[in-house]
């Protein structure tokens, strides 16, 4: 068999480590501490984006992150994706690749609070994913889940909402919770800022709310794999878990950063009454207006971060 030289290997061979580890290089950790603010998909995404200099983007498993200043803090600004899975994936991108002090979460939400209305922006206190759970056998008319699990909350016909365990540093065995509560600071800081922050209460077409919004600090909020525009499961959100809001990412991404012992808070605003109005859903109409309102809350907090 004829051989090739030797120098003849090395060089091709050398050409391909080079080209091999040129993506490696590029995905290097930024060592730059930066608070995170994330949104579900681009019409949330583009009311804050407006308030970004001196960025630059890179894309990590196809999800674009973009660097940059807001309101002259250090942030990384990208889209979770729709839903929970989606959200708790990109999240966990972001902290393996960014050195990220905080994650703010920015977006659109249903209502499910018979006392808050479209427009308003709600900053939950703790969020708990409600659509978790098993599907009960239906037991001579009444539903029975399997008896070595428990719920300690009422049915939804056969749906019984069940914690599950997580794991973070420092456990030994899975932590069984439903709730996981937002940053105590950064909910100090939201409710502090609150009153010095105005909201829109027309969209660009003139679409006008009945009320001013407000913003409401504290409470709880929900998020499942499910968009929501049905007033039963509302009423037993809201009865349930005396949920302020749903959504569907919150909880996921505040599964992740209590994992990683990441300070969390999400800001929602009313796009719709998630099946509660009296006509079509209104998330068509007040989507813009419900987006700009959280990213304004938002950049309220971002700006008196220490």
């Avoid at 009311?47 to 983007?57: E, N, R």
């Avoid at 009444?142 to 719920?151: D, G, K, L, N």
């Avoid at 809001?245 to 919150?250: F, K, N, Q, T």
Wanted: charged fraction near 15%; hydrophobic fraction near 50%.
């Amino acid at each position: 068999m004829h051989c090739p030289p030797v120098h003849a290997v090395r060089a091709p061979l050398a050409l391909s480590l080079a080209i091999l580890a040129a993506p490696l290089a590029a995905q290097e950790a930024d060592t730059t501490h930066r608070t995170a603010i994330v949104s579900a998909f681009p019409p949330e995404i583009a009311a804050l984006q407006d308030g970004l200099s001196d960025t630059a983007t890179q894309t990590l498993n196809g999800v674009t992150f973009t660097t940059g200043q807001m309101e002259g803090q250090p942030v990384v600004m990208f889209m979770s994706g729709v839903s929970m899975v989606n959200a708790a994936m990109t999240t966990q991108l972001a902290l393996d690749h960014f050195s990220i002090d905080r994650i703010l979460f920015s977006g659109i939400a249903g209502g499910v609070d018979p006392d808050l209305a479209i427009g308003d922006v709600v900053v939950p206190g703790q969020w708990g994913q409600y659509l978790q759970g098993v599907a009960a056998r239906d037991t001579d008319g009444a539903f029975a889940i399997p008896p070595w699990m428990t719920s300690e909350f009422p049915n939804f016909g056969m749906t019984f909402t069940v914690p599950f365990g997580v794991m973070a540093d420092g456990l030994t065995e899975p932590d069984m919770r439903f709730w996981f509560p937002v940053d105590p600071d950064l909910l100090a800081l939201a409710q502090t800022v609150a009153a010095d922050v105005t909201l829109s209460d027309c969209t660009p077409e003139r679409a006008c709310l009945t009320e001013a919004p407000k913003i409401v600090v504290g409470g709880n909020g929900v998020s499942g794999p499910m968009f929501v525009d049905n007033a039963d499961l509302r009423r037993h959100a809201f009865a349930t878990f005396d949920a302020q809001v749903l959504d569907m990412e919150s909880a996921a991404v505040a599964q992740v950063a209590f994992a990683n012992d990441v300070p969390f808070i999400a800001f929602r605003s009313l796009s719709d009454l998630a099946g509660g109005g009296e006509g079509a859903n209104e998330m068509g109409t007040f989507m813009a207006l419900a987006a700009t309102n959280a990213a304004t809350v938002i950049r309220a907090v971002v700006a008196a971060l220490d």
